[in-house]
């Protein structure tokens, strides 16, 4: 693709969007290689994938720049100081017990996640790659410039954010992971081959995180539902304290956003728009095992089945957001901002409406069996 220069207001990745010079190829002629689904979930690779570079105009810097006080009084206080943070120790076997006391306690362990059902386990294990391959976000937030950790120990409040946040994720994977591998119910090598995937994401940027976080929040306070009416208590503290950070980390990213729309209401207005033209994927959407080429598919429609993360989720999630960030109510846009409001504000409901007939449609199909490599072979009926 030839990297010419334009005048940008097109790229969500560049919030605010101030109209600036970018190297980047226009967005128009990569957004609809596919076209454009509204599933929340389910989402196969797309065929083709142009390789996305990006140089950060001044402009943009500049902006962000401006905002590092705000973000050190605004942003850093939802950082949790070390010694309040939970550790995965704190809901682990204790390897300091004598060697019957730990042996105990891993057979408490195996005892409680008995009772939860195969299908549960492909989503937790879908959950814990998810939480894996966040952290390698961190590489790509650390190409943004204005934003980027410039030395790996910047003091910038940008850079602080996302080394605390990554370590918490780093945290979220551990624990899962630690938690699944004792339970002896997953084939740990099949999931350890499992690739998350990963992509230049074109629209990585903190719009996508307000809503990818808000989605996690919700997956990990269902498997913690899920996993206390089925009397694991442990495991039901462990998604529950994920979720909670979720929370936090949403909060974080929403506020960003709020800011910057207040800077740019334009700019900001276009990006949501054109983020919500591609649909969100989760970080992990181009998951591999090597073994079903659907994975991710079929891991998302075993979530949607058991409620821990279904199309409804997501247009809740949309119209939290809309309303959160006063999108309704914005005023003093340009003409492109008015319509980009437009669509954004009009999309849940359309998002609902398609739902319904795939639902209805889904009904009508007999009901197959998937087999998953990460609970050894065994075979879930959608
Ligand atoms: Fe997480
Ligand atoms: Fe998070």
Not at 49 to 74: D, G, R, Y
Not at 190 to 204: K, Q
Request: charged share 25%; glycine share 6%.
């Amino acid at each position: 693709m030839q990297a010419s220069h334009f005048l940008c207001t097109k790229h969500p990745v560049c919030v605010p969007n101030l109209a600036h010079r970018c190297s980047k190829p226009p967005f128009s002629t990569v957004r609809f290689r596919q076209p454009p689904s509204i599933s929340a979930v389910a989402a196969p690779p797309p065929l083709l994938k142009p390789q996305k570079t990006h140089s950060m105009p001044p402009e943009k810097a500049e902006v962000f720049k401006s905002l590092e006080n705000w973000a050190t009084q605004n942003v850093l206080p939802l950082l949790k100081p070390v010694d309040k943070c939970w550790q995965p120790q704190d809901f682990l076997p204790d390897p300091t017990l004598s060697k019957a006391d730990f042996m105990d306690q891993i057979e408490a362990l195996r005892d409680r996640t008995a009772g939860l059902p195969d299908d549960y386990f492909v989503v937790l294990v879908g959950d814990m790659i998810t939480e894996e391959a966040l952290p390698t976000y961190q590489t790509m937030i650390n190409t943004l410039d204005g934003v980027k950790d410039e030395t790996g120990a910047s003091s910038s409040p940008w850079a602080l954010w996302t080394r605390a946040w990554t370590a918490e994720e780093n945290r979220h994977g551990d624990l899962l992971k630690t938690y699944l591998y004792l339970s002896g119910r997953v084939d740990m090598t099949m999931i350890e081959r499992t690739d998350p995937g990963t992509e230049n994401n074109p629209y990585l940027g903190y719009v996508y995180t307000s809503f990818q976080e808000r989605a996690t929040f919700i997956s990990h306070g269902n498997t913690a539902r899920l996993a206390k009416e089925r009397g694991d208590h442990v495991l039901a503290r462990i998604c529950g304290s994920i979720a909670s950070d979720e929370k936090r980390h949403e909060n974080a990213y929403a506020r960003i956003v709020e800011k910057l729309l207040e800077v740019d209401p334009t700019g900001g207005m276009i990006a949501i728009s054109d983020l919500m033209k591609k649909k969100i994927t989760m970080p992990a959407h181009l998951m591999s095992d090597g073994r079903d080429p659907r994975l991710f598919e079929h891991f998302s429609a075993v979530a949607q089945r058991l409620g821990v993360y279904t199309a409804h989720d997501y247009a809740d999630i949309l119209e939290f957001l809309i309303q959160r960030w006063g999108l309704e109510k914005m005023e003093g846009l340009t003409s492109e901002g008015r319509s980009a409001q437009e669509f954004v504000c009009g999309l849940a409901p359309r998002i609902r409406k398609l739902q319904e007939l795939a639902d209805k449609r889904a009904k009508k199909m007999k009901p197959h069996g998937v087999k998953f490599s990460w609970i050894f072979n065994k075979e879930i009926t959608l």
